[in-house]
């Protein structure tokens, strides 16, 4: 079903496949399969349509709340994708008649759907299908398709109908009022639409070019409307052997796309300059079209490519498909907007942003192209009025962080979930109110992406002052606890999801300290420079009282600290205390999560059962903090107590088994974690990519295999590869030069390959600790036996 090998030898690596069509898996390759550039997300429906389809075109940033007791979602856009296609009458469906042969492939390094089919229709007659389909990486507004068909055995007459839908739905909410539906020059279609309560427009256009044995045919469509849609049938004559093809060019426009700047100084209406745009790209043709989008991929792969050399060739795909994924769920282009749970591959989190980007996905844009980590790092900065208004609205100061973060910073978490298998109602969703980690995890991504860049412009327009409101949020939701005379932060979700309203959550409560920490630090700084950063930021934080508070609450919050014989940290107040059961039913589950149908969420907090990393993510977040041998006891108790029913929680075990030298586990890990959506199970990923998990085979890769950490402004490698690898080569960006970093068995290579224009960095050297021993390096740096 699922196939990891080319055609093409030379292709292995690059290309996944659907071996054999099978309609109770269609969500599965719609997901993996889906194509986008950051603007837009097309999930990989087929042309044809079959039941439980979905299919989903998102725009990044597009949010709209389809009824005042719901949460925003991203609208599904208008499907372009869908051809009816009838061959002598009879409907193309791979439900009826029969396959001769089917094969559907995505190739990863040129970002190309291509579905080739020989079907028989019933009666006798055979044809052969192909299908090519992209989103373009070179026009973010752009996608193109091209259906070819062959009859093989008879002349057949072949109907195509292609148009613009406009009544898809996110699961039954339609988002859109009707907007105008036009045909022009009889070819080209155009639907708008603007969207219910965010008032934003979009406009749907397509071209169309029909080609007979690759010459094009003066077509004459017949053209047909109807309450939101728009299409052209088209109906042609072909003999046996002769091939009929129809191009498709489309594109989406929103009126709040950043290239729009609206209907002023003599601009076109927003319909008219998708057409004009879209009418000059047709003019180039698919071939030409895809051709620069293809040359895109090629410019991205060549500065972002990873090589692992391992026994097992899954490990090079799925990194790459990981780095493919990466590249189509961020909106690079606009920092006004962040990564989706899911990207934006299915309608699952409604797009919302979680604490998956500072933590599991920023990494990756850090040190592989930190132009789009700043805008990731921004956009925290653009939501942080919401922010502050979470804060206010809760009788909190500074700027509380929504759990799911949309446009504004303003909560978004929806409040009613799946069933309670023992209330048989919704189960309440608790995390929007009292999952509050998320505040630090922000500072934490920005003071990251500051380390990691040395951004100093970043930190004095954004940075800053993020972290000094997330850490007045702290000061403020701290609670002095007068019998231990010390404070403490009581009931919370920590990163553990199956433990609510727990007091004391280390992680959340290492977090905060640090936040408040790092912000006197940077006040600190500040203030000895007296520059106009810091008048700024004095005037309108009040900086002098702050620290003064900072300072005097720091000292005193709670720590949960390693028990002196056990060395275990507690994870909360009472997880140690609560009930253990025999997990192993749940370990050795087919699908996450099973523990949900045996026990509620109430009851799941009175066992010592973790549905992901917890207390463990602070060991790489805080890694000084910790001594080898507390990350050690703590990962051997918490671990077995773990379900990994989050995607986010085998690639952090990986790459923390790595800390503690278990390269075997650590590996097995990887492997498990670099199948979530791209191994066999067929119904992991329905409802859309782990984005989280999905940044997370890039760090158990190369924050754990490759090592790579930084702490406090130095860069650390680590390497140490697993039995299965011989070598591991990967680009890495630190500070503004590009290093290239190669591992082997014997050896690890350190090269630099370029530096960013400014601050003369060229010619620094620049300073690593490779295993604990400090190098400095120029050029090249080449360590043996290491
Ligand atoms: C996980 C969270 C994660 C969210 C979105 C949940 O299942 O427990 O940690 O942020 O999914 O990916």
Redesign the pocket.
């Known amino acids: 079903m699922i196939g990891y090998k080319a055609k093409d030898a030379l292709q292995n690596g690059w290309v996944i496949s659907e071996t054999a069509f099978d309609a109770r898996y269609l969500a599965k390759f719609e997901t993996i399969f889906s194509q986008g550039n950051g603007y837009m997300g097309l999930r990989a429906a087929t042309e044809e349509s079959y039941a439980g389809e979905r299919r989903n075109l998102f725009v990044a940033g597009t949010f709209n709340r389809f009824a005042n007791q719901e949460v925003t979602e991203l609208p599904n856009a208008a499907d372009m994708l869908q051809l009816d296609i009838r061959l002598n009458g009879i409907p193309f469906h791979l439900e009826k008649g029969m396959i001769h042969s089917y094969r559907r492939e995505l190739d990863l390094r040129q970002g190309e759907l291509r579905r080739d089919i020989v079907w028989e229709d019933g009666q006798g007659a055979q044809f052969k299908l192909c299908f090519r389909r992209f989103v373009s990486m070179s026009n973010l507004h752009l996608l193109g398709m091209r259906v070819e068909i062959t009859p093989l055995t008879q002349p057949a007459e072949i109907s195509i109908v292609s148009g613009i839908n406009g009544q898809m739905t996110n699961s039954g909410a339609q988002h859109f009022l009707e907007g105008e539906r036009r045909i022009f020059e009889k070819e080209l279609l155009q639907l708008t639409a603007v969207t219910s309560q965010s008032n934003m427009e979009f406009v749907h256009t397509s071209a169309h070019q029909l080609y007979r044995r690759g010459t094009r045919l003066q077509a004459y469509p017949s053209p047909s409307m109807e309450r939101r849609k728009v299409r052209l049938t088209y109906r042609v004559q072909a003999d046996a052997g002769e091939t009929i093809s129809l191009d498709k060019i489309a594109s989406v426009h929103t009126s709040i796309d950043a290239d729009w700047t609206g209907e002023q100084n003599g601009r076109p209406p927003l319909a008219e300059f998708a057409r004009d745009n879209l009418l000059a790209a047709a003019c180039k043709g698919y071939d030409q079209l895809f051709e620069d989008h293809a040359q895109a991929w090629q410019r991205r792969w060549e500065s972002t490519g990873i090589e692992i050399g391992s026994s097992d060739d899954f490990d090079q795909l799925s990194i790459r498909f990981a780095q493919y994924h990466l590249a189509i769920m961020t909106p690079a282009h606009d920092s006004r907007f962040s990564i989706g749970?899911k990207g934006l591959t299915g309608e699952g989190?409604k797009g919302h942003v979680?604490?998956?980007t500072e933590i599991f996905i920023l990494p990756y844009f850090l040190y592989t192209e930190p132009g789009t980590a700043r805008k990731l790092a921004e956009y925290r900065y653009h939501t942080l009025n919401g922010a502050r208004k979470n804060a206010l609205d809760r009788g909190y100061r500074g700027a509380m962080y929504p759990w799911e973060s949309a446009v504004t910073g303003e909560e978004e978490t929806p409040e009613w979930g799946p069933v309670d298998v023992v209330t048989g109602t919704p189960t309440y969703i608790w995390t929007g109110k009292i999952e509050q980690h998320i505040t630090a995890d922000v500072a934490y991504g920005a003071w990251h992406y500051y380390q990691a860049t040395g951004d100093q412009e970043y930190m004095d327009r954004y940075g800053y002052e993020i972290v000094m409101e997330t850490a007045t949020f702290w000061a403020s939701r701290l609670e002095w606890n007068e019998e231990k005379q010390r404070y403490h932060i009581t009931d919370v979700i920590g990163?553990d999801?199956y433990k609510e309203h727990v007091s004391n959550n280390a992680y959340t409560n290492y977090m905060a300290y640090w936040n408040i920490k790092k912000a006197i630090e940077c006040t600190r700084r500040l203030m000895q420079t007296g520059n106009e950063v810091y008048t700024r930021l004095e005037q309108k934080l009040s900086l002098n009282e702050r620290l003064k508070e900072w300072e005097e609450k720091a000292q005193r919050i709670y720590l949960p600290q390693p028990d002196a014989e056990s060395l275990l940290i507690p994870q909360d107040d009472t997880y140690l205390e609560l009930q253990v059961i025999d997990l192993e039913k749940y370990r050795n589950q087919e699908q996450v999560a099973s523990i949900l149908a045996d026990y509620s969420m109430t009851q799941l907090s009175d066992i010592q059962v973790s549905?992901?990393a917890d207390i463990l993510v602070l060991f790489y977040l805080l890694e000084d903090w910790f001594s080898k041998e507390v990350k050690a006891a703590n990962w051997h108790y918490y671990e077995p107590k773990t379900l990994h029913d989050?995607?986010?929680s085998l690639s952090t075990h990986s790459l923390l088994a790595c800390d503690v030298h278990d390269l075997d586990l650590a590996y097995e890990m990887f492997a498990k974690a670099a199948r979530i959506d791209l191994g066999t199970n067929m119904h992991s990923c329905d409802e859309g990519i782990?984005a989280?998990s999905i940044g997370g085979i890039w760090k158990a890769a190369i924050m754990g295999f490759g090592g790579v950490r930084s702490w406090e402004g130095m860069l650390r490698l680590n390497p140490m590869l697993p039995n299965a690898w011989e070598r591991l080569s990967f680009p890495l960006y630190w500070q503004g030069v590009r290093l290239q970093v190669t591992v082997t068995r014997d050896q690890l290579v350190v090269e630099r390959i370029s530096s960013e224009a400014n601050a003369g960095s060229d010619l620094r050297e620049m300073n690593i600790l490779i295993h604990g021993r400090p190098y400095a390096l120029k050029d090249q740096l080449i360590i043996n036996s290491f």
């Open positions: 749970a989190y979680f604490w998956d990163p999801e549905k992901q989050s995607s986010l782990h989280a």
